[in-house]
Structures are given as C-alpha cells and as structure tokens.
C-alpha cells in the first residue's frame, strides 16, 4: 500500500522514488503518476519494459477505476488516495480453453483445455506428430491459437500479451548459450542484454550470482559450457531464463540425449522451481520421471487432448502397465475420439475443467502486438554483442590460431610461386625471364582473400540461430545483431587480408606505377581488404540461408570455383553473357581488376586487348573499388532482409 501525494509519485527502482519496485524489469525512474484536476493519469518516463494499462502499452494515460497500471512484475490500482500494489512472485493460475490450431486445412490442435493450479509442474506428453510444440507456441503466445484462450492468472494472455511476454520465460530444446564462454560470464552477458539500461553492473552480477546459487550451479560458474554435462548445460540455459524471474517457465525437450541420471536430476530441478513458486510447463518423450510432477497432459494424435490429471492415475485411467504402452495404444487407435472419452470421465470434471466459458469458434479479430521492449539502445545492445563474439572467439584457441595460420599459410604459397617479380609487369618484360608471368601471384593473392573472407563467415549465424531467434523475442535489435557480425569478422578479414598482403609481397618487386594512393603494395592492400569484406558479407548471407552448419561447406566450394573462373583471368568475360553479368557478383572479379589496373597488367603495344576492367588509370581502379563497396553494401542488406523474414513478428488473431 503506497500512499500518494496530492501532486505526483514517481514509480521506479531507485530508492529515491516515492513508490519503490525492486525488480530488474523496471527502470530507475520508469513512471509517474500525476494528479490533473480531479483525474490521475500514468505518464511513463521513457522506461525500457514500459508502463501498461489493462494490458496495453501506453505513454500517457487517465487511470478510471478498477483500472490495473502494469509496471515490471507489478500491478497497481488506485483506491482512493492509496497506489495498491500486487506483485507477480509466480504464484499465478494458469488455463487454457479449447485451444484450436489449423495449418493448411489440417487441425494440429483440437479443443485442448486444462486448468492448471498453481505452483504447478506441467509434463505434456504424447506420440510424434500429436502436436506438443504447437501446443507450447500456444501456450507462451509466439503463435497464438486460431480460437480458444489462454488464461495467466484470469487475465487473457493473448490481449495482453504485451505486457505478459515479460513473465513468460522459455527454454528451447537446443541450448541458447555460447559454448565457449564460462557458465558465469554467458550469464553475464544475457543479463546486459535482458536488463534495462539504467541498471548499474553490480546489480546485474548480483542477479546473476543470486541465480547460479539457486540452480547449484557454484562449482561450474568458471567451466566452460561446452565442457559441461548434458544436465549442467540444461540448468545454465534455466539460469538464463530466470534472470528476469519469470513467473511461468516453459521447456521443450529438456532431457532430450541425457542419461538417466542426467534426467532425474533435471527434472529435479524443475520440481524445487515449481515448488519455490512458478508454473512449470515442460514437453517431454521421456516417461521415467513423471512422478515428479504435479499434473500430466496427453496429446494423441490430431491434437486431441487424451488425459489430463496426476499421472500416477494415468496409467489406471489408459488401463495400461506403463507408459510406454500407453503411447502404443494411442498410436494404435487413432479413429478413437479421445478428447470426447476425456470430457465424459470423472477425470475431466476433477482435474481438467477451465473455469471460462469457451471462446467461440470464430473470435475477434485481435491486433498484433507491439515488437517486444528493446532493453537498451540498438548502439548499446551491437557493444554488448561485439564483447561477446569477440570473447567468444578468443576462448577458442583453436579456432583463433586458425585464423591467424590461414593468411600466413596462403602467403607462403604466394612466395613459392616461381618468377621472382612479385608484381613489376615492368621488370618481367625487361628481365632474363621473360615466359614467366605475375598472374599467378595475383590470382593467390585475391583468391586467398576471397577464401578467408567467406571460410570465416559462412557459418557464423546459422550456428547460433537459436541464440538469436530467443534474444530476439525479449528485445533484441536485428540489426544490432547484424551489424556485430559485420563489425568483428570485418575485423578479422581485413587483418587477415592485410596479413597476406604484406607477408606475401615482402621483400618482392612493388607495382612499377601507382594509381591512387602513391604505393602500389598498398593498392593491392587496399584490393585485397575490399575483396575480404565482400567475401565476407556473401558468407554471412549463406549462413542466413542454409539450416544447417553443414550444409554450408559444399557452398564454400562453389563459391571459390566461380571465383576462379569468373575472376576474368581465365575465360575472357568482356561481351560475353551471361557470364560477364554473372561475374560482377564475384568480389574476385573486381579485385583482380584493382590489382591488374595497378600493376598495368597486360598494357603493353603487343598485348592482346585486355578487359576494360582492367584498365591502368585512376578512373577505373576507383569503380572497381565502388564496384566492390557497392556488392557489400547489396549483400549485407540481403541478409539482413533475410533474417527479417526468418524471424516474422508474432501475429494477432
């Protein structure tokens, strides 16, 4: 009970607030509730969460009566001149009523409700293909279901899903954390990500250190993740779920590849959650340890809701010995109606019955909701992701001594090929080897650099699709996303560039005449870094594509064939379509061009014609280079389109 002053109360989680709210969901000074005549209105100081009102996300607002100011975890009413605060701690109820979903005229949901009380443990179980991750898209409200309600705590969770999101916490069935990073600074970093700006470190690192106690993770808060057990690894993604406390919790396969052991103790932990004050609701295909929880929901084939109740009273109500049994005789009979079975047992009316009247079949049209609460500045949020990628790569050794052999390696075979004029056109028409050619050099110098660029991206964000795609539902930037990526394999392509650049040419005849920039070797430098970048984005925009890490490398050794053989060196690309066309999407096609313009390739009387492309003056070696520029720029806004699309916001009903 917070009693307001006559003028104003400023509602925040600093302790100089007249209305104090300790939770991480709410800003310093996240709102303030002002009198205005005989009126109060709410007026939100430019919080990250937001301030809501009945649900709905507002700016400003006049509270009537019985309205309900969401804040954080909180919910406020006025009473008089008393702000009446009730705090979500997880101790909620939890419904759903006649849940439907269709896809492409096929019912993978159908009719689906259950009351669940509270501090509950939720398994869902059932055959494959009855519909257990529909039903958990529904439940968490990524992909609401065509009709029926989900209920959290009597309030419809799809009208206020804006402001309910932020209590929902979900872990999929592949982790979402950096296997590279320690348990304890993955968290840390999730916790920058998922806690307002405002919020100082120290109470970031509390919050983090507060869950590890919690989960038991102390023994492993400086192992690496990847160094983990299957349940350890589990219980860290739990760990990240619930920095923000969340008051429901929902799982997908979390004991999918572990041990009996590993199971049990898992499943362990999802109990003392529950028991400690959330709903837990977790789909399952392991049947050794549902004693553990409090109630167990069936799915049979079509979506059909089966059972519903304790599960020690499932196997009597199938009348089968154990439970995988019981999933046979549902494979088995699928022409049996059993969502009717189940609403005509005294099971139904003891256990399963929501509270609610069904919604009707065809329900209102509902808006889509807002884009979920980004937490900090998109600048803020590309810093935060950038430290991580970049620590994420130190800690592989491994993989960052690789990247540096790589350019070392390429330029050592730069340095054996045979001549000895590096790049002097000059010198090898004049010189006692005059059959010998600096073409070869060229080509291992930008073909190189097309390898390092691409090899170190292709498979950057497939890798992590998971991790991006549940960040990105609690508030994360799609192009602060994008552009971490750009930013640190930039970086490393350019360095790895300029690597071999150097290392190759040292000590080798420097281009006779310079364009540009007064050095031929940094010309060719300034080529190959080019050639890098866009080497680079065309290996992100794979990575974008494909569905798998894998399937990316037969990519890879397409793309350096066609760089080949459409770098204009070997066929003659000048008139010739499609090729010549085809060829302006290949950076070695315009790097080797900078490099030829620079060195005067080919550009002697006796000469045959050579590509225009090529052409020794400044004009031209500068539109290649715009040329190149130009495909990053392109290619980088590709894929930054493809990740729109592949992460389309949730739509309304």
Known sequence: MHPVGAASAVIGRAPECDVVLADPLVSRRHAELRRVGPQWRIVDLGSWNGT?????????????????????????????GTLVEYTDEGDISFEADDLVVTRSGRRLLDGVGFALPRRSLLAVVGPSGAGKSTL????????????????????????????????????????????????????????????????????????????????????????????????????????????????????????????????????QTLRKLADDGRTVVVVTHSPAQLDLCDRLLVLASGGKLAYFGPPGEALAYFGQRDFADMFLLLDRSRDVDWTARFRASPEYAKYGMPSGAAQPAAPAARAAPDAPPRQQPALRQFAVLARRYLAVIAADRAYALFLLALPLVLSLFARLLPGGHGLSWTSRQTGPDRDSDISPLMLVLVLGCAFTGFAGAFRELVKERSVFRREQAIGLSRGAYLWSKLAVLGLISSVQAMILAFAGLYGQPAPDTPLALGDGVAEVAVAMVAVALAAMAQGLLVSALIGNPDRGMPILVLVLLLQLLLCGLLIPLDGRPPLEQLAYLMPARWGFAMVAATTGYRQTPAAPKIDPLWTADVHTWTLDLAALLLLTAAVAWATWQVLRRGSAPRKGR
């Open 52 to 80: 809501f009102v009945n649900g709905h996300r507002v700016s400003q607002a006049t509270i009537e009566a019985g309205d309900i100011v969401g804040i954080g975890h909180a919910l406020l009413h006025l009473q008089g």
């Open 136 to 267: 958990l898209a529904a439940l968490t409200g990524q992909r609401p279901a065509d009709s029926g309600e989900v209920r959290y705590a009597g309030r419809d969770l799809y009208a206020s899903y804006d402001e309910l999101r932020q209590r929902i916490g979900l872990v999929p069935q592949d982790d979402i954390l950096h296997p590279q990073l320690t348990v304890r600074r993955a968290l840390r970093y999730a916790a920058e990500l998922r806690f307002p700006a405002d919020t100082p470190a120290i109470e970031r690192n509390a919050r983090v250190e507060e869950v590890i106690g919690e989960l038991g993770l102390a023994d492993q808060t400086e192992q690496r993740i990847s160094t983990l057990s299957g349940g350890q690894r589990k219980r860290t993604s739990v760990a990240l779920e619930l920095l923000t406390r969340p008051s429901l919790l929902f799982l997908d396969e979390p004991t999918s590849g572990l041990d009996p052991g590993m199971d049990k103790s898992v499943m």
